[in-house]
């Protein structure tokens, strides 16, 4: 879930210069292919959303639900897992890169009722919340792609197209295709964001889905042609691992 922001968006300022073209095409980690965000052990390459907060989110080697309250995850001491940190609420991260078009996968696990999200861009969100059995799902389950906040409600939020989430505890997956904003030389906008695929534990739940707009918690509210990754870590306990983009060439319609 996400916190309410009123959306701001401009193509304007220096944005103006940076065409599509550096959405990863001439970026030589781009012709690399795969390229992992989180090395295992620290958070090099990462940055808190809000720097003056305390920053909590620690390296594990595993995490399980706690036997004692399903509702917290416990970790064990070593490498491979990013915990957002002993109390299950800490800061959001974000990538120092940024990024445009993009492939991304990226695992995560939830305790019991608990809160995340994955911002593409930084203004993108993807839910994720522990809607293990629920029947009928919204944009505010796991997999949706977050609700605009317009005029103080929530508007133009998509619903995953059916319910793919794993219990609580247990590792899950998003696998996502993502296009970026695209911007004329004057800095206006002239197409939107759009989620090409989202699959969620191999699930396709979204398919081409057009976003006029930052969804609610954005970083910034404004759209532009690169932003990073961000992880929400103020809504609850949650883990992620094997974090890994795939930036891509622009192409056209």
Not at 127 to 145: A, N, P, R
Not at 212 to 238: A, C, F, K, W, Y
Request: hydrophobic share 35%; charged share 20%; proline share 6%.
């Amino acid at each position: 879930m996400s916190r309410a922001n009123p959306t701001r968006w401009s193509g304007g300022g220096l944005l103006v210069i940076l065409s599509a073209s550096l959405a990863g095409c001439g970026d030589p980690m781009a012709r690399q292919g795969w390229v992992s965000l989180y090395d295992g052990k620290s958070l090099t390459g990462f940055k808190a959303r809000h720097p003056e907060a305390a920053n909590t989110w620690q390296s594990a080697a595993a995490v399980e639900v706690d036997p004692a309250d399903a509702k917290k995850l416990v970790s064990t001491a070593g490498e491979g897992v990013l915990v957002n940190g002993p109390a299950g609420r800490t800061t959001d991260i974000r990538t120092v890169r940024e990024f445009g078009d993009c492939e991304a996968h990226v695992e995560f696990v939830v305790s019991q009722g608990s809160n995340s999200g994955v911002y593409f861009k930084g203004e993108y969100e993807i839910q994720i919340l522990d809607s293990f059995g629920k029947e009928k799902v919204t944009f505010g389950d796991c997999g949706g792609i977050y609700a605009r906040w317009v005029n103080d409600q929530n508007v133009e939020g998509h619903a995953p197209r059916e319910n793919a989430s794993r219990p609580p505890g247990k590792w899950q997956e998003f696998d996502v295709v993502f296009r970026a904003p695209r911007f004329d030389v004057g800095g206006r906008k002239i197409e939107n964001a759009r989620f090409i695929s989202v699959r969620h534990n191999g699930v396709l739940i979204h398919e081409n889905v057009s976003l006029n707009g930052p969804t609610r918690g954005s970083l910034t509210g404004q759209e532009r042609p690169t932003g990073p990754i961000m992880l929400q870590g103020d809504h609850g306990p949650v883990a992620f691992r094997n974090l890994r983009i795939k930036p891509s060439c622009p192409t056209g319609s």
